[in-house]
């Protein structure tokens, strides 16, 4: 079965500054997706960035970056000028043919 | 934008009684619905996979005749607790693939969640 492993169960950045969360993940796969959700205090699910693992280029939205490296099976979020907003839980998830699967999370608080 | 509603919200009920949660792909069809449930300050863990017209597929350690899912329609998916008790008491998420094909990059939609609390 696939895993997904967040190590920092909280971080946190100045506003403005940036901040990277970690993502490792074990698979035997080749053909996978990476994610990154934000989950805020309402609990929604928000999407927040992907990345095909057959596309060695990084995704990149906005503010949020990621550092995919697929043979070290590593799957990183930057967080470029933070602002409060981007204050909230956010998981890592891996999704393959069948299912998808998180992380057990990041608590990102953004100090003013 | 493709848009998965789950129905209740928030449900409080006293404990033994059954609950049913519904979620609904409003825009899209969906073959498979994924059900899962999130302890406070916790990840999400995959329960169920529901398939449309077949049997659920559920994770280890999940109770089949405790969680019951039914997935009817190609729009709806229904998560039953029966009998519940405060320990079922959690926020249940459900999500929606699109039906299509080569399923692993067809994106997935998250519902707004339930909150169940059983006294």
């Known amino acids: 079965a696939q895993t997904v492993t967040q190590s920092q169960p909280e971080m946190s950045v100045q506003e403005a500054e940036t901040v990277t969360l970690s993502c490792t993940y074990d698979?035997?796969?080749?053909?996978?997706?990476l994610f990154w959700y934000k989950q805020p205090p309402s609990r929604q699910m928000i999407l927040v960035i992907r990345q095909e693992a057959y596309k060695q280029q990084n995704a990149t939205e906005n503010r949020f970056s990621v550092n995919f490296q697929k043979a070290a099976k590593s799957f990183s979020l930057k967080i470029s000028d933070s602002q409060l907003g981007d204050a909230a839980m956010y998981f890592c998830?891996?999704?393959?043919?069948?299912?998808?699967?998180f992380g057990a999370g990041t608590r990102l608080t953004v100090k003013p | 934008g493709a848009v998965v509603s789950q129905h209740p919200s928030w449900v409080i009920c006293k404990s033994g009684t059954s609950v049913k949660i519904e979620c609904r792909s409003l825009d899209f069809q969906a073959t498979t619905m994924f059900w899962y449930r999130q302890f406070p300050k916790q990840s999400l863990m995959l329960m169920a996979t529901s398939n449309e017209g077949s049997k659920a597929t559920y994770e280890q350690g999940v109770e089949k005749d405790k969680f019951l899912i039914n997935h009817a329609s190609l729009t709806l998916s229904t998560l039953t607790v029966t009998s519940a008790h405060p320990e079922d008491s959690s926020f249940y998420i459900c999500?929606?693939?699109?039906?299509?094909?080569?399923?692993?990059?067809?994106?997935?939609?998250f519902g707004d969640g339930t909150r169940l609390s059983i006294l």
């Open positions: 999500s929606a693939r699109r039906t299509g094909a080569a399923r692993y990059n067809q994106p997935q939609h």
């Open positions: 698979t035997s796969e080749s053909d996978y997706y």
């Open positions: 998830a891996y999704r393959n043919n069948n299912d998808m699967r």
